[in-house]
């Protein structure tokens, strides 16, 4: 209530054109006061000059009225202006264009504080006082401000609503209950909004569970990012020092190598300087004594020739030229021959590495919805298309390789490779030279009788005939024998006979992680040849081989091809 004393306090001393408080306050003959320059403005306004009005009441005055300062009023406006008292509410006490108006005000609306669901009317918080002290508005239900309030109203008979028809799904009013809604299944609103509001407190319930589960899953995204960013900064940390030691160690032995050759340099460079030294010093001794015999030569005198002769030095030792070996300029190229061996052989190491490594990181995977499902259509699989190519150093010695080392031959004859510890000695096998890891899909062209598609791990045995090197006869590598008309597949030594449309191209794909490995038919559809799942311990490498289940019946001219996929 001294609230509301205040707010009345307030438009009293207001000017209703300016709407603040009193400022040079003129009262006109009607009474209402008005600040001067408001009055004044107002006025010059006026379209007809003779006749002048009260912008509140309406009433006109003839001639225009004298003005003069209310001197009470304006220190009274003082007065209320030390006590800090607002002359008219603030401007977000107004109603705005999104706000809901209270009915009641007449000048500038002020914004409702609560809306009356009986009233259907929405009242300011002056206008609002009666609901609270009048006993029969006591009983009304107030609600928060409310646009909606003509909704509450039957548009047909203009009667509250307060049934609802199950049976339409509506609210009505008591006379559509009489009328087209008669022998409808009809509640009271109130009942209806009961039922309702217990399915709202179930749905409530599951989303606050949902809320809580997906919180949940965040915190564990959150930890996951946490784990992730660590061992992600931790891996380039240690890849960093690694990386680092062997460009250390790269520098020691570019150094070694430097010192070495220098120091030879310089070794070689003072024998041959030492030697050159003798040499011109002999040159030397040699001209001094040409030069007296010659001087000799010219003497007359016979006996003084004679006399003479016998007192000449012998001569030093010679030193012989073929005691000179003179190298070829190609001292130190066997040494530029070496370095450039061990750069070549680390950059194959780097490169079937590499695959790996980049493979491996892009395996990353720890989404809570689990891996990506494994491809349908061909289109899907050359999205994990690998360029792989085949090693010289593991091809079994009567297989002749491409120039881009991707399609294998049989010859009839043993080929000039040179010995290695990867090459197979026995079985008619090659390998890829890229190491396989996560998704992998690559394509294999067959030429005459077959060949046999594999995948290995690297540690699969080479030397020998025994099954240990055999593509399939050994739990290290799985194979699928393409021959003639026949599929065949083997694994540790046992064999599944395949059934499907026999095809010059057979498509393999490779989910390392899921440990999946399927071999395709490829024509104009992709054919399901079979399927492994298992788990890889280890990267895979791709082989071809032509050893059959009948053994050697493979001819010359069989080949395999590893496609170039686009």
């Given at each position: 209530?001294?609230?509301?004393?205040?707010?009345?306090?307030?438009?009293a001393?207001?000017?209703s054109?300016?709407?603040?408080?009193?400022?040079?306050?003129?009262?006109?003959?009607?009474?209402?006061?008005?600040?001067?320059?408001?009055?004044?403005?107002?006025?010059?306004?006026?379209?007809?000059?003779?006749?002048?009005?009260?912008?509140?009441?309406r009433?006109?005055?003839?001639?225009?009225?004298?003005?003069?300062?209310n001197?009470?009023?304006?220190?009274?406006?003082?007065?209320?202006?030390?006590?800090?008292?607002?002359?008219?509410?603030?401007?977000?006490?107004?109603?705005?264009?999104?706000?809901?108006a209270?009915?009641?005000?007449?000048?500038?609306?002020?914004?409702?504080?609560?809306?009356?669901?009986?009233?259907?009317?929405?009242?300011?918080?002056?206008?609002?006082?009666?609901?609270?002290?009048?006993?029969?508005?006591?009983?009304?239900?107030l609600?928060?401000?409310?646009?909606?309030?003509?909704?509450?109203?039957?548009?047909?008979?203009?009667?509250e609503?307060?049934?609802?028809?199950?049976?339409?799904?509506?609210?009505?009013?008591?006379?559509?209950?009489?009328?087209?809604h008669?022998?409808?299944?009809?509640?009271?609103?109130?009942?209806?909004?009961s039922?309702?509001?217990?399915?709202?407190?179930?749905?409530?319930?599951?989303?606050?569970?949902?809320?809580?589960?997906?919180?949940?899953?965040?915190?564990?995204?959150?930890?996951?990012?946490?784990?992730?960013?660590?061992?992600?900064?931790?891996?380039?940390?240690?890849?960093?020092?690694?990386?680092?030691?062997l460009?250390?160690?790269?520098?020691?032995?570019?150094?070694?190598?430097?010192?070495?050759?220098?120091?030879?340099?310089?070794?070689e460079?003072?024998?041959?300087?030492?030697?050159?030294?003798?040499?011109?010093q002999?040159?030397?001794?040699l001209?001094?004594?040409?030069?007296?015999?010659?001087?000799?030569?010219?003497?007359?005198?016979?006996?003084?020739?004679?006399?003479?002769?016998?007192?000449?030095?012998?001569?030093s030792?010679?030193?012989?030229?073929?005691?000179i070996?003179?190298?070829?300029?190609?001292?130190?190229?066997?040494?530029t021959?070496?370095?450039?061996?061990?750069?070549?052989k680390?950059?194959?190491?780097?490169?079937?590495?590499?695959?790996?490594?980049?493979?491996?990181?892009?395996?990353?995977?720890?989404?809570?919805?689990?891996?990506?499902?494994?491809?349908?259509?061909?289109?899907?699989?050359?999205?994990?298309?690998?360029?792989?190519?085949?090693?010289?150093?593991?091809?079994?010695?009567?297989?002749?390789?491409?120039?881009?080392?991707?399609?294998?031959?049989?010859?009839?004859?043993?080929?000039?490779?040179?010995?290695?510890?990867?090459?197979?000695?026995?079985?008619?096998?090659?390998?890829?030279?890229?190491?396989?890891?996560?998704?992998?899909?690559?394509?294999?062209?067959?030429?005459?009788?077959?060949?046999?598609?594999?995948?290995?791990?690297?540690?699969i045995?080479?030397?020998?005939?025994?099954?240990?090197?055999?593509?399939?006869?050994?739990?290290?590598?799985?194979?699928?024998?393409?021959?003639?008309?026949?599929?065949?597949?083997?694994?540790n030594?046992?064999?599944?006979?395949?059934?499907?449309?026999?095809?010059?191209?057979?498509?393999?794909?490779?989910?390392?992680?899921?440990?999946?490995?399927?071999?395709?038919?490829?024509?104009?559809?992709?054919?399901?040849?079979?399927?492994?799942?298992?788990?890889?311990?280890?990267?895979?490498?791709?082989?071809?081989?032509?050893?059959?289940?009948?053994?050697?019946?493979?001819?010359?001219?069989?080949?395999?091809?590893?496609?170039?996929?686009?």
């Open positions: 209530m001294a609230q509301t004393g205040v707010q009345l306090d307030r438009e001393f207001s000017c054109i300016c709407l603040d408080l009193l400022k040079d306050p003129v009262t006109v003959p009607c009474g209402h006061s008005y600040c001067m320059n408001c009055i004044k403005s107002h006025w010059d306004k006026e379209e007809k000059k003779t006749i002048y009005s009260c912008p509140q009441c009433q006109t005055f003839t001639p225009r009225p004298v003005l003069r300062k001197t009470m009023l304006a220190d009274l406006v003082e007065e209320l202006k030390k006590t800090g008292l607002q002359a008219a509410p603030a401007d977000h006490c107004y109603a705005g264009p999104e706000d809901v209270c009915d009641v005000c007449t000048e500038r609306k002020l914004k409702a504080c609560k809306s009356c669901l009986q009233c259907l009317a929405s009242y300011c918080e002056k206008h609002l006082q009666p609901h609270f002290e009048a006993a029969p508005l006591k009983k009304h239900k609600v928060e401000p409310s646009k909606k309030l003509q909704e509450n109203v039957c548009s047909r008979h203009n009667e609503m307060k049934v609802f028809c199950r049976t339409d799904q509506q609210s009505i009013c008591l006379l559509c209950l009489m009328d087209e008669k022998g409808h299944d009809t509640v009271s609103a109130a009942a209806e909004r039922e309702k509001q217990r399915e709202l407190e179930v749905s409530r319930q599951n989303i606050q569970q949902r809320i809580q589960d997906r919180e949940k899953d965040v915190k564990l995204l959150q930890q996951e990012m946490e784990a992730i960013n660590g061992s992600a900064d931790k891996t380039v940390g240690n890849s960093e020092k690694i990386f680092t030691e460009i250390r160690l790269m520098e020691k032995r570019r150094s070694d190598v430097k010192q070495q050759v220098r120091s030879q340099q310089q070794a460079v003072s024998r041959v300087r030492a030697l050159q030294e003798k040499l011109e002999e040159i030397t001794e001209k001094r004594r040409d030069a007296e015999l010659e001087k000799l030569s010219h003497t007359e005198d016979h006996n003084q020739f004679l006399h003479d002769y016998p007192s000449l030095s012998p001569l030792e010679s030193t012989h030229s073929s005691s070996k003179i190298c070829p300029l190609r001292s130190f190229e066997d040494v021959a070496a370095v450039s061996e061990v750069r070549d680390l950059q194959d190491v780097l490169r079937e590495k590499w695959t790996n490594i980049s493979q491996t990181v892009t395996e990353v995977d720890v989404l809570l919805s689990g891996p990506e499902p494994e491809p349908k259509t061909r289109a899907e699989f050359l999205k994990y298309s690998c360029d792989i190519t085949l090693d010289p150093n593991t091809a079994y010695t009567q297989l002749l390789l491409s120039d881009e080392n991707r399609q294998v031959t049989v010859m009839s004859k043993h080929q000039s490779y040179s010995s290695h510890p990867d090459r197979f000695t026995y079985w008619c096998q090659v390998l890829s030279k890229e190491s396989l890891m996560g998704r992998c899909y690559w394509e294999v062209k067959l030429g005459g009788k077959g060949a046999c598609v594999a995948v290995t791990y690297k540690n045995s080479r030397a020998g005939g025994s099954y240990e090197c055999w593509f399939g006869r050994n739990d290290k590598s799985w194979v699928l024998d393409c021959y003639n008309n026949s599929y065949n597949f083997c694994y030594n046992v064999t599944t006979r395949v059934s499907g449309p026999r095809s010059s191209r057979v498509g393999v794909y490779l989910d390392h992680r899921a440990g999946i490995l399927s071999f395709y038919s490829i024509s104009e559809t992709m054919t399901l040849l079979h399927r492994v799942q298992t788990t890889f311990t280890q990267p895979l490498h791709a082989g071809l081989g032509f050893n059959w289940f009948n053994w050697f019946n493979w001819s010359p001219g069989d080949s395999a091809e590893l496609c170039k996929l686009k």
